[in-house]
DNA sequence: GGCCCTCAAACTGCATGCAATTGAGGCGCT
DNA sequence: AGCGCCTCAATTGCATGCAGTTTGAGGGCC
């Protein structure tokens, strides 16, 4: 029951990314201890060592970390707001297990997001900035023999190592965001992780950036998240041993296939 | 200096707003005290009750809420974490008070976001729902006498409200986050209050998606929401009484005009 | 008169303690 | 053996207390 806390940390790498500035400047997480904990959180669960549905009792994660409930408390609430992490009146927080409707609706959101990103960028990048990309792009084709979990927190934090360069804090703020939960996602629905989130795709897009052609760089950015969602989110198929209610959930209910009309929370939340 | 809870709370309507049910089912705040806090501060910043600037000391927002300063922090973080609130270590919580570029971005992102809604929505809506969507801009028309604050409030409701149909809890989070700190801008740098955010507009949106033309209710939104924002963000002048540090900043540094180069925190973290 | 220094009040950062809720195992009953 | 009830450890919800930091106001000094 408490094994979960033990992963989250004493695991892999811990040092800090290349990203790590970024989460400096954020919001509330700037005092420190809660931002510590936060962002040790969101590479666990980026790099899939704590699974969606694992557990975050706060006083294992206070233990963990070496602070109180009250600050284990404090960062659940920042990563629930994110969306990371579902908060439960009463019950044991767990890692969010977002359904496939959701993880749809997020990789929908994040292109437009991205398209933003590369418009602004299209053309505007310093040398120092494409050196720095291209660097991001060389780890990650180092990290290929590593572990799936350092490549897939090393093709996320491309995407935001992007974001970041806009020097737009909210624009930062949501594709992060919204990048972490398609993670999440990703590590949910598709097993044999079929991705890499193709570096050549990513090379592709620094190249477009470059030249400057926005309407290129933005089909681009488009259709390399459409093929990341669509290589993860083929079929509604979320069979995973996990939280069987879950998968029953669709079959308690009979009508409704619509795209728009999803299935009422109460089915959920039961 | 402890005034700004008063008005935080005893102004005017504190009832439920036909927006209630929306932020019952969100994140973190469902715990209640936290939520009632939130929900609370969020609609006082939008009425404009609450200026940015303004102070939020959590002992005086425990006590004006009945709750300890524990829960009156956590709410602050909530608050912080969707940009409507600074929070400086050691310092008193303030009302967010975003830059120029910033303010500008927000709405660049809202366009964004509020088209993808419009396009998820174009023809898919229910006759009760337009019934709806009727009636909220009916209340609008109806409080074009009332004051500006309800006026105000009634306008960004109205696009919460589109996102909400979408049943995408992920968009519908988004996108009421940062109409809320398209609001706070508005309060800031759009002095005479000349919007109204343009109830036919939002009259010819609802039309648009009945009629289900989804290029024509996109480009619609988009226009409509960038006439809000120019209305109120023609030019960078932010010359408001308060916070003259932060006006002076700009002249302080003398190169860097561009667009994306926006001057580096630090000179306002001053 | 203006400036700096000092100090106390105000406020935040955080831990701890207590009450309430949950859920899981154990016990008895059938 | 199966089923349900009951009790208790685990855990959350929240308030309070203490220590450290910031603020700003008064007083002394130039």
């Not at 040092?15 to 997480?29: G, I, L, V, W």
């Not at 989110?233 to 069987?244: C, E, H, K, T, Y």
């Amino acid at each position: 029951m408490r094994n979960c806390d033990k992963r989250a940390q004493s695991k892999p790498t811990f040092k800090d990314s290349p990203m790590a500035p970024r989460a400096a400047s954020k919001t509330a997480e700037s005092s420190d201890k809660v931002g510590v904990i936060c962002r040790a959180l969101r590479r666990a669960i980026i790099e899939q060592a704590l699974e969606p549905g694992a557990k975050l009792p706060e006083d294992s994660l206070g233990e963990r970390f070496g602070v109180s409930r009250t600050i284990a408390r404090h960062a659940l609430g920042q990563l629930a707001a994110e969306g990371l992490v579902e908060l439960r009146r009463n019950r044991i927080a767990v890692v969010a297990t977002p359904s496939w409707q959701e993880a749809r609706d997020a990789f929908d959101i994040r292109i437009e997001l991205e398209r933003l990103v590369v418009r602004q960028l299209a053309g505007k990048l310093t040398k120092s900035q494409v050196a720095e990309l291209n660097a991001h792009v060389d780890a990650e084709d180092r990290a290929r023999d590593g572990t799936d979990a350092v490549s897939i927190r090393l093709a996320t934090e491309f995407h935001i190592l992007l974001a970041n360069m806009t020097n737009s804090p909210i624009l930062v703020r949501y594709v992060s965001e919204v990048a972490y939960r398609c993670c999440l996602t990703l590590s949910l629905y598709s097993r044999p992780h079929s991705s890499e989130c193709a570096i050549n795709e990513h090379r592709a897009i620094i190249a477009a950036l470059v030249k400057g052609d926005e309407a290129k760089v933005m089909s681009l950015m488009h259709s390399h998240l459409d093929s990341v969602a669509n290589r993860a989110l083929v079929a509604p198929a979320p069979q995973r041993g996990r939280d069987l209610l879950d998968i029953l959930a669709p079959y308690a209910e009979e009508g409704e296939g619509k795209r728009v009309v999803k299935l009422p929370k109460v089915v959920r939340a039961r």
